[in-house]
């Protein structure tokens, strides 16, 4: 399978715990992006790396998640001392980039955490 | 700001039914672009289609047609002849200029499609 591949594809912690997602993206993009989505809702953007650099994070990302990729290939995100609120459905998603190329974002399945 | 408004939460149809989900965007920015999603149950987004700002041509695939209109800020999609493989959650989405190409896409909230058989 040569898609996005997000572990685990579930979660259940309790509040006040902390819990570190994987994501896999399609092994020749250099663009790594990861969204949160509510129920209901349409994902909303977290932050996105290019190569190993963090290159932008929405002020949804509060200092309780850090968002890493160290070798510019697979990413994790850390949500730390997890809240109720933090219950979502989180989408990893990649692309390529080169100069004013772009293709499109493949997303993965989601990690969906719920905090208990 | 950018936002992107589908009114239209649930569609019902019977197969067979052609539909429409209409997708409104609010953008400054004079380069964008538009997408639609496929959102089946497994919950993986599944890209249908890019259009960007300076190309208002419509698009046809297969039983799939894309209307995009910049005067009314519109890119509605329709499934014509839907089939049941069809039902799934819609969304359409954004991006600007400042981003070039598809950083921080901006969704909407979503058409649930149920194609009855």
């Known amino acids: 399978d040569t898609g996005v591949s997000q572990d685990p594809r579930h979660k259940i912690t309790k509040r006040g715990q902390n819990v570190t997602f994987r994501c896999d993206p399609i092994?020749?993009?250099?663009?790594l992006y990861w969204y949160r989505q509510t129920l209901g809702q349409g994902p909303e953007f977290l932050t996105y790396?290019?190569?190993?650099?963090?290159?932008?994070k929405s002020r949804l990302l509060s200092d309780r998640f850090s968002a890493e990729r160290p070798k510019g290939s697979f990413s994790t995100l850390e949500i730390q001392r997890t809240e109720q609120g933090d219950s979502a459905m989180y989408l990893c998603a990649s692309s390529f980039r080169q100069g004013p190329l772009n293709t499109e974002a493949f997303f993965g399945q989601g990690t969906r955490l719920t905090v208990v | 700001a950018q936002k992107v408004t589908q009114a239209q939460t649930e569609i019902s149809v019977v197969e067979k039914e052609d539909v429409t989900l209409d997708c409104v965007y609010e953008t400054r920015d004079t380069t964008y672009y538009l997408f639609w999603y496929k959102q089946p149950p497994s919950g993986e987004l599944v890209f249908l289609i890019r259009?960007?700002?300076?190309?208002?041509q419509n698009e046809i695939s297969g039983r799939y047609s894309w209307n995009f209109q910049k005067s009314t800020s519109s890119f509605n999609f329709t499934i014509t002849a839907s089939q049941v493989v069809d039902s799934a959650v819609y969304f359409c989405?954004?991006?600007?200029?400042?981003?070039?190409?598809?950083?921080?896409?901006?969704f909407g909230t979503g058409t649930r499609l149920t194609i009855i058989p």
């Open positions: 790396f290019q190569n190993e650099a963090q290159l932008e």
């Open positions: 989405a954004l991006t600007g200029s400042e981003s070039f190409g598809n950083e921080k896409l901006t």
């Open positions: 092994s020749e993009h250099n663009r």
């Open positions: 259009r960007n700002s300076f190309d208002e």
